[in-house]
T-cell receptor, first 111, second 115 residues
Framework: RKEVEQDPGPFNVPEGATVAFNCTYS??????FFWYRQDCRKEPKLLMS???SGNEDGRFTAQLNRASQYISLLIRDSKLSDSATYLC????????????FGGGTRLMVKP | DADVTQTPRNRITKTGKRIMLECSQT?????MYWYRQDPGLGLRLIYY???????NKGEISDGYSVSRQAQAKFSLSLESAIPNQTALYFC??????????????FGPGTRLLVL
């Protein structure tokens, strides 16, 4: 079983739609959680950290459920520019800043 | 200018050849990392270095070696390239606040094809 699992998609949605991705992690010692965005043939870039209380950044909302060991990302009012692959990333306690990446979920926003 | 640079950006080589991928950063970070990315598998850690004198194996270090020439430079070598090392390779850097919340900053990647 992969340590961080994501539905690879693709999720095809129209502009303006709301879309949600989930991610599950297997190691209960996971300490920090992130969503990274990766455009086609480009490097990953941090989209947002995920905090226990949940957090929002504009149209993006991230939630963490430690009991069920999953993380979610909600995108409201999707834009064409949101088309990308979204990587779920966890940092396991005691492993320094060693990140474990999920395989990514691909989002395609259509006009 | 980019904070993390990688050279070359693309490389085609033959089985058995030795190649080196180079990474430089201007962020002043102590921590540097090498990952490879394969379709559907996410990024996997090859080697990492927390400072110039500290080198550690990652999840998939077999067939690779690294050198940390300076705080700003971290190179990855394939001593004898094989076709299953065909992948997209990323270098990354991060600071160390001790919180586990540090962002990793990635270079633009090197596409390697081993024939």
């Amino acid at each position: 079983r992969k340590e961080v699992e994501q539905d690879p998609g693709p999720f095809n949605v129209p502009e303006g739609a709301t879309v949600a991705f989930n991610c599950t992690y297997s190691n209960s010692a996971s300490q920090s959680f992130f969503w990274y965005r990766q455009d086609c043939r480009k490097e990953p870039k941090l989209l947002m950290s995920v905090y226990s209380s949940g957090n929002e950044d504009g149209r993006f909302t991230a939630q963490l459920n430690r009991a069920s060991q999953y993380i979610s990302l909600l995108i409201r009012d999707s834009k064409l520019s949101d088309s990308a692959t979204y990587l779920c990333v966890v940092n396991i306690y005691g492993a320094g800043n060693m990140l474990t990446f999920g395989g990514g979920t691909r989002l395609m926003v259509k006009p | 200018d980019a904070d993390v640079t990688q050279t070359p950006r693309n490389r085609i080589t033959k089985t058995g050849k030795r190649i080196m991928l180079e990474c430089s950063q201007t962020k002043g970070h102590d921590r540097m990392y090498w990952y490879r990315q394969d379709p559907g598998l996410g990024l996997r850690l090859i080697y990492y270095s927390f400072d110039v004198k500290d080198i550690n194996k990652g999840e998939i270090s077999d067939g690779y070696s690294v050198s940390r020439q300076a705080q700003a430079k971290f190179s990855l070598s394939l001593e004898s390239a094989i076709p299953n090392q065909t992948a997209l390779y990323f270098c990354a850097t991060s600071g160390d606040s001790g919180t586990g919340q540090e962002t990793q900053y990635f270079g633009p990647g090197t596409r390697l094809l081993v024939l």
